[in-house]
């Protein structure tokens, strides 16, 4: 396999966009990722496009990315689609980053691209939901709705947001948080000081969703989704799309001295686990570990799938950032915050920049791109050498449908 680099990342601002069109987005990080690695339409041999929910929110089915590329004057060349839920454009940097190891294209466009918004907000939620095994998690869904309202009922804590029309995966994160509170003692202050940072991050960033701080009053306050989890610990709904151009060793040297290079990518499934088996980003991220010859210890800087504050925590745990049931130590020592020892979601996570589902892999990449090269403003982690991201899609019995966790390095 030959080495693989990053060599220019674009994204757009995550949020709100009714007026703008999927075409409209993918341009606008395509270019700018261009713009970045200083090479033209003519440079690219092949395009890997993910995307997961266009076919329920717009209708677009099956050719998403040709309709997307063709628009911009992309033609001739494999355009490549892929829907993974919200691990869809981290599957298609792990296949452009194949096609470039394996020495079968030299230079790759890798797309993420979502529009969730809808006018019918029943129509997100509906595109949200089906990222699971439909038959099985109907029922499962209703036992963890259950089961929330009762926790909510019980603790006395039924906000005006309670009861709200919300995503089955709250419910099975607040699941996961009840679980991780009564075993291991972690509070509901922990999980708000993750979103508190992460919103402070977010405020240093211009491409983010969310750019106003919040305090951990502000969080423990606004109103209850499902006990544990306010709306502050919840990932929003988004519109976005974001690039990246990967290139082989040699192709990179004709446009940068200062490539970032691509030293693991893992892309894994959920298992049936028994006791003792390890979960999916333990799996994944030990295998990427191995691949690239590095530990935990040695990442600068990570971007985790936090589509809830509690399942950040958790990651830490499950990645190896610290021992089984210490997440919360972590989050109260500042040491994954902007300035601490392992600063984690840099961007603002999926809390602050966004979750528009089939660009967060690619956006991930981006960000740890960014920090590496020394090109994220306010937010730089200093003397970042590097970095990982860890990306979560969908759910099938209880574990994450898809897994993806990649490691970059200067």
Known sequence: MRNVAVIGAGMTRFGKYLDRSMKDLGREAVEGAEKAAGVAHKDIEAAVVGNSMAGIVTGQESIRGQVILREMGFGDIPIVNTENACASSATAFHIGWLYVASGMYDCVLTLGVEKLYHEDKKVSYAAIGSAVDVEAMREAARKAKEAADRAATESRQVGEGAGEKRSMFMDFYAAGARNHMKKYGTTKEQFAKVAVKNHLHGSLNPHAQYQDTCSLEDVLMSPLV???????????????????????????????????????????????????????????????????????????????????????IMIYEEIGLCPEGEGGRLIDEGATQLGGKQPVNTSGGLLAKGHPVGATGVAQIAEVYWQLKGEAGDRQVEGAKVGLTENGGGAVRGEPAAMSVHILST
């Open 226 to 312: 499902v006990e544990p989890l306010t709306r502050l610990m919840c990932s929003p709904i988004g519109d976005g799309a974001a690039a990246a151009i990967i290139c082989s060793e040699e192709k990179a040297r004709q446009f940068t001295a200062n490539p970032i290079w691509v030293k693991a990518s893992v892309l894994t499934s959920g298992m049936d686990l028994q006791p003792g088996d390890d979960p999916a980003a333990t799996r994944a991220s030990q295998r990427a570990y191995e691949i690239a010859g590095v530990t935990p210890r040695d990442l600068d800087v990570l971007e985790v799938h936090d589509a809830s504050a509690p399942a950040e």
